[in-house]
């Protein structure tokens, strides 16, 4: 098991930007396959972006690309989200996620064991 610690959430304008980061510990970093999901009040939650074990593969939800980039440091055992051009409708907790890399990157929460805790992005108008 895999534990994820995120940071970087607050409260931005729209338009503004955020750097989310998740922390890894107790496993090999780079045999992971790592990606970002959130949930917003009253929705469930929903993938948001996956990186491959060494960074080369990176799929995004269609609402986030060209505003989101992910990125990760395998010597520092983490993962980022930056996040440009945020909307209102961004606002959710965000959560990192850790799946061993030859399961692929699947989009479905439950395919996932290992999670943090959350953070709490919030887009003002």
């Known amino acids: 098991q895999v534990q994820l610690v995120e940071s970087g959430g607050g409260l931005v304008q729209a338009g503004g930007s955020l750097r989310l980061s998740c922390a890894a510990s107790g496993r090999t970093f780079s045999d992971y396959n790592m990606a970002w999901f959130r949930q917003a009040p009253g929705k469930v939650r929903e993938f948001v972006v996956g990186?491959?074990?060494?960074?080369?593969?990176?799929y995004y939800e269609t609402s986030v690309k060209d505003r989101f980039t992910i990125s990760r440091d395998n010597a520092k055992s983490t993962v980022y989200l930056q996040m440009n051009s945020l909307k209102p409708e961004d606002t959710a907790v965000y959560y990192c996620?850790?799946?061993?890399?030859?399961?692929?990157?699947?989009?479905?929460?439950?395919?996932?064991?290992?999670w943090g805790q959350g953070t709490q992005v919030t887009v003002s108008s």
């Open positions: 996620a850790a799946l061993p890399y030859y399961y692929g990157l699947p989009r479905t929460d439950r395919s996932y064991n290992d």
């Open positions: 990186i491959g074990r060494n960074g080369g593969s990176q």
